[in-house]
């Protein structure tokens, strides 16, 4: 699967739009990209995936570069609940499927 | 919303022995999966089952470990006689089929002394 670059860490006002970017330059074409985030210690939480299409659902909305090279997640008004690590994650349905977590990125969200 | 329920939260063990952690799946999932996480660490990938056997495991889980499905609700990671370094967040998750997300259970904190 292809390897993810995140930024380390953000920060977010509270009530706007946090955008968490991700590169993923060496993804072939049957892979997708996910995006899921542990709060704390919990189990990490499934958010959105997609291929090449943009997605939205009631959590956040993917946006996923022409190329597919890169990919960006967008909580679109974030809440001090929404403070995680968010991990970024390219896989290939078909094959393997373990999900391959890196460090993600750690967002807090400011009041 | 279903969830992976997990038990119990938090086990502590003396080394040697023998563990097995508790998961419940959401109902109509078919795909099961353990990871762990070490304190301060990545999350990383144990087992997955499917169709009642293993379908891929990771260098990690070795002869020490095995999982079980016993009944239509219970899926199980057991360890046999644990080590210090098992000391870890194990987290169960499932899905419903191949390439969508997974719902992961609130984890069983193992300490291993």
């Known amino acids: 699967d292809a390897k993810t670059t995140q930024p380390t860490s953000m920060d977010c006002a509270e009530g706007r739009a946090a955008n968490l970017p991700c590169n993923h330059s060496t993804i072939s074409g049957n892979e997708y990209v996910y995006w899921y985030r542990q709060i704390h210690s919990q189990g990490p939480q499934y958010i959105i995936h997609g291929l090449k299409n943009n997605e939205t659902n009631e959590m956040a909305s993917l946006i996923i570069t022409e190329d597919r090279k890169s990919s960006t997640l967008i909580l679109p008004h974030a809440t001090l609940r929404d403070t995680a690590v968010y991990y970024c994650?390219?896989?290939?349905?078909?094959?393997?499927?373990?999900?391959?977590f890196g460090k993600g990125t750690k967002l807090t969200v400011n009041p | 919303e279903p969830e992976v329920t997990q038990t119990p939260s938090h086990q502590v063990t003396q080394m040697g022995q023998e563990v097995i952690l508790r998961c419940v799946p959401i109902s109509n999932h078919l795909y099961f999966y353990w990871y762990r996480q070490i304190l301060g660490q990545k999350v990383e990938f144990l087992v997955s089952f499917y169709n009642n056997e293993i379908s891929e495991k990771s260098e990690i889980f070795d002869d020490q470990f095995s999982v079980e499905r016993p009944d239509g609700s219970n899926f199980t990671l057991k360890i046999r006689s644990t080590k210090l370094e098992d000391s870890a967040m194990y987290f169960c998750a499932s899905s419903i089929k191949q390439g969508k997300g997974y719902t992961f259970g609130s984890g069983t904190r193992l300490t291993v002394v």
């Open positions: 994650i390219v896989r290939s349905l078909g094959g393997s499927e373990k999900l391959v």
